[in-house]
T-cell receptor
Framework: NAGVTQTPKFQVLKTGQSMTLQCAQD?????MSWYRQDPGMGLRLIHY???????DQGEVPNGYNVSRSTTEDFPLRLLSAAPSQTSVYFC?????????????FGPGTRLTVT | AQSVTQLDSQVPVFEEAPVELRCNYS??????LFWYVQYPNQGLQLLLK??????LVKGINGFEAEFNKSQTSFHLRKPSVHISDTAEYFC????????????FGKGTLLTVNP
């Protein structure tokens, strides 16, 4: 199993550009989430999904869109990048259901918006 | 809603000394508690978790944590640290009915000096 994979690893955008951060998992997990990590802020939940076709907002959803058309993929879209979105983004997955307590994290995408 | 407070942003210690990283949480519902470790430029790895039962939980790399419900704390301890334990440590909480959403503390940077 590759686990949770994220692409790209690094990205530089100009203000106003759009892009999609990719996340995929091969563990057949029901739950997937996106977090952003900023210095001194810990990780904050952006959006999450409890299954294909079902998404919801987390703590900091503004400026981001998500969709979940398959169990495996959970892309994060920035429609018009802003410098405040400079951050490290982590995707995570969780098996779902009783007994599924651990979230598995991807290696992260480091995004800089100039 | 839950919240997590990590009481120390940085903890410097000497090699082979004991260490305690402090975490307090607040929640109106039953919770699951976690400690994650992040080595430089890497993703997050689960150290240990408390779900129910014994209040002393043991994790990987010789770490352990004690759940104290009356004090709403989940402090992480290691009796003797190594240089390789230098990393950032995050305490996290999820509601027992929503284990796909983690709320993180802001992190504690543990630096182990020779």
């Amino acid at each position: 199993n590759a686990g949770v994979t994220q692409t790209p690893k690094f990205q530089v955008l100009k203000t106003g550009q759009s892009m999609t951060l990719q996340c995929a998992q091969d563990m057949n997990h029901e739950y997937m989430s996106w977090y952003r990590q900023d210095p001194g802020m810990g990780l904050r939940l952006i959006h999450y999904s409890v299954g294909a076709g079902i998404t919801d907002q987390g703590e900091v959803p503004n400026g981001y869109n998500v969709s979940r058309s398959t169990t495996e993929d959970f892309p994060l879209r920035l429609l018009s990048a802003a410098p405040s979105q400079t951050s490290v983004y982590f995707c995570a997955s969780n098996k779902g259901g009783q007994g599924s307590y651990e979230q598995y994290f991807g290696p992260g995408t480091r995004l800089t918006v100039t | 809603a839950q919240s997590v407070t990590q009481l120390d942003s940085q903890v410097p210690v000497f090699e082979e000394a004991p260490v305690e990283l402090r975490c307090n949480y607040s929640s109106s519902v039953s919770v699951y508690l976690f400690w994650y470790v992040q080595y430089p430029n890497q993703g997050l790895q689960l150290l240990l978790k408390y779900l129910s039962g014994s209040t002393l939980v043991k994790g990987i790399n010789g770490f352990e944590a004690e759940f104290n419900k009356s004090q709403t704390s989940f402090h992480l301890r290691k009796p003797s640290v190594h240089i390789s334990d230098t990393a950032e440590y995050f305490c996290a909480v999820s509601g027992s009915g929503s284990n796909y959403k983690l709320t993180f503390g802001k992190g504690t940077l543990l630096t182990v000096n020779p």
